[in-house]
T-cell receptor
Framework: GAGVSQSPSNKVTEKGKDVELRCDPI?????LYWYRQSLGQGLEFLIY????????KSGLPSDRFSAERTGGSVSTLTIQRTQQEDSAVYLC????????????FGSGTRLTVV | DQQVKQNSPSLSVQEGRISILNCDYT??????FLWYKKYPAEGPTFLIS?????DKNEDGRFTVFLNKSAKHLSLHIVPSQPGDSAVYFC?????????????FGKGITLSVRP
């Protein structure tokens, strides 16, 4: 597609349940990022994938968070045993690669944990 | 520790006047700075950037100024238009780093009054 696609756009889940968020980056973009924006906060870096290199997971807030990128394209962010503090907008972005700051963001997934 | 700070959460200006959005950073390794604009329910979109070797970059109605000694940058929009009403994020990166991870501020909500 022409842009970064994220699904679902909205997700309401019960505390303790697992959720999966999906990101389809722009074709040809080798770098993929996950950020989240909690209420009143800036964009918080979560994880970065670049080609076949090991991902930079330094932003993941706990071991309940994990992400994978299959075939260098689609990425899934998984949150296990969700907590209320996980409620946020989760944004995916892609770019042409290392040192390319021309991020293209998706519209995000709004996650609400009740 | 917030490395990119946007201390004013909101700004309201009259249509046709200048909007000045400020941003401060603490990490002296940052050498590339960007502004992103975000409308509700959409992902942020790239607006303008500046490298640390410059102190000014202009693109149409948008100009970004960088003061490295003060670790301060600002975005000027002139003349402001109602369609400029959005959240503006300041972001910074370290091109000498291992990846293209950006650090974002909390954002400033700009309202342009007709």
């Amino acid at each position: 597609g022409a842009g970064v696609s994220q699904s679902p756009s909205n997700k309401v889940t019960e505390k303790g349940k697992d959720v999966e968020l999906r990101c389809d980056p722009i074709s040809g973009h080798t770098a993929l990022y996950w950020y989240r924006q909690s209420l009143g906060q800036g964009l918080e870096f979560l994880i970065y994938f670049q080609g076949n290199s090991a991902p930079d997971k330094s932003g993941l807030p706990s071991d309940r968070f994990s992400a994978e990128r299959t075939g260098g394209s689609v990425s899934t962010l998984t949150i296990q045993r969700t907590q209320q503090e996980d409620s946020a907008v989760y944004l995916c972005a892609s770019s042409l690669g290392v040192l390319s700051y021309g991020y293209t963001f998706g519209s995000g997934t709004r996650l609400t944990v009740v | 520790d917030q490395q990119v700070k946007q201390n004013s959460p909101s700004l309201s200006v009259q249509e046709g006047r200048i909007s000045i959005l400020n941003c401060d950073y603490t990490n002296s390794m940052f050498d590339y700075f960007l502004w992103y604009k975000k409308y509700p329910a959409e992902g942020p979109t790239f607006l303008i950037s500046i490298s640390s070797i410059k102190d000014k970059n202009e693109d149409g109605r948008f100009t970004v100024f960088l003061n490295k000694s003060a670790k301060h940058l600002s975005l000027h929009i002139v003349p402001s238009q109602p369609g400029d009403s959005a959240v503006y994020f300041c972001a910074a990166g370290d091109r000498g780093g291992a990846n293209s991870k950006l650090t974002f501020g909390k954002g400033i909500t700009l309202s342009v009054r007709p």
